[in-house]
């Protein structure tokens, strides 16, 4: 029997592909920080679907425009205009230093439209030829071909050979590295500003600071992936606010739609013209349903300061979480910024998660070693207090066991 056809097999029967380490659990319902199984368990959401639903669960703002949009249209070409989509647009302008918008469906979509734009204004607009992406190692861009190249980290090439030219990888906070790395075939570097996949690790302010002037100087575009980092996760509505920084390009998906499936790219308006009609697109970008979730989850962040609310929650929820897991040889380092929190540890923290639903709170690793945490930016005290109080009863419980 081949190794795929095993691999069905282990999949206990599904029809889909096994994609997916799956936990043991079906989520049927959610409101608000809550999710609840098909057992009638319920659970304290602390990973949002990995960092999309950003205002909990089934937000009503969000539903309401939702279930409005259905009642009228679904579904335009984007051969015609298409009203949710301008004043979508136009929101993400007016609250942040872009000019234009390219809506899609999924953040590697985002980070490909990223790509495409880079290299098309360095070659038609600029007319210099450059083409390369430098990406940082341990950063994570998405699964489509380019985007995975873009990806610095080896699991998401293997058996996918061969990739798109035109990448290289530069390790983070190594300046030498990165002044040797451009040259005049650097069209852009990509990065996120906490890379968020790679283990929750924040770059140096400094260093982004220095990358962003690099850039300038030498004619290279700054591309931020704020898939994760936006939509108000890390304490402010883009991350590149906490810097002082205007990347030329950024990438927004998972809390642009409240779980809606939608992506953007945003650039400033001196690279707009280097899409001209017919350069690219997509089929389901921006439609009405799409857009009309978007401006009610901007109108709702915007209106419940929700990227206020994760500066505090955050520097709460880290505070505690320094206080009550303090001590425990397990734990590391408490890092992150607002509500995109990671718990270093000195081992594998699979057991933690699984114990975690256990006890009522889903919580994600962010690589082998680090317990991420992503809560509604709309969590209450009581909610991170009930959150802490669990996590720090596993750790407490998880150390005894290993010194028995
Ligand atoms: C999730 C993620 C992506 C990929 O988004 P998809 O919607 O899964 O394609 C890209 N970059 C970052 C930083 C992400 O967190």
């Known amino acids: 029997m081949s190794e795929l056809n095993n691999g069905a097999a282990a999949n206990g029967g599904s029809s889909l592909f096994p994609t997916y380490a799956r936990y043991p659990i079906a989520l049927v319902k959610g409101e608000g920080s809550w999710l609840w199984d098909d057992q009638g368990n319920k659970y304290l959401d602390f990973m949002c679907g990995i960092a999309v639903t950003n205002l909990g669960h089934a937000p009503k703002p969000v539903k309401d425009a939702l279930v409005k949009q259905l009642d009228e249209l679904w579904h335009v070409s984007n051969l015609f205009h298409i009203p949710n989509q301008e004043a979508a647009a136009k929101l993400l302008t007016d609250n942040s230093h872009a000019d234009a918008v390219f809506f899609c469906s999924t953040g590697a979509e985002a980070n490909e439209a990223a790509i495409k734009l880079a290299r098309r204004y360095q070659q038609k607009v600029k007319g210099n030829g450059r083409y390369e ?163 009610a989850t901007i109108e709702t962040l915007l209106s419940e300061n929700a990227a206020g609310r994760a500066a505090e929650t955050g520097e709460y929820l880290m505070n505690e979480l320094r206080d009550k897991l303090a001590g425990n040889p397990f734990v590391k380092e408490v890092r992150g910024k607002g509500l995109l929190v990671g718990i270093g540890c000195n081992g594998p923290v699979a057991p933690i998660v699984a114990e975690g639903q256990k006890r009522g709170l889903l919580v994600i690793t962010a690589g082998p070693d680090v317990v991420r945490l992503l809560p509604s930016l709309l969590v209450s005290r009581e909610e991170v207090d009930q959150a802490v109080s669990i996590l720090a009863s596993i750790f407490a419980d998880q150390t005894a066991a290993a010194q028995l």
């Open 133 to 295: 992406i430098l990406t940082f190692a341990q950063s994570f861009h998405g699964r489509t071909l380019a985007t995975l190249t873009a990806t610095g980290q080896e699991k998401v090439k293997e058996g996918f050979l061969p990739l798109p030219e035109g990448f290289r990888y530069i390790p983070l906070h190594d300046v030498d590295a990165l002044e040797a790395a451009i040259t005049d075939k650097t069209a852009a570097v990509m990065i996120e500003t906490i890379q968020a996949e790679g283990g929750v690790v924040p770059v140096d302010p400094a260093y982004l600071q220095h990358l962003s002037k690099l850039c300038k100087e030498r004619g290279v575009l700054l591309i931020f992936d704020e898939i994760q980092t936006g939509m108000g996760r890390t304490g402010k509505l883009f991350s590149f606010e906490h810097y002082g920084i205007e990347p030329d390009i950024f990438t927004l998906a998972k809390g642009l739609g409240s779980g809606f499936p939608v992506g953007a790219m945003l650039a400033k308006g001196e690279l707009a013209e280097a899409f001209s009609a017919g350069s690219h697109g997509s089929t389901f970008g921006g439609t009405p349903i799409a857009t009309a979730v978007v401006k």
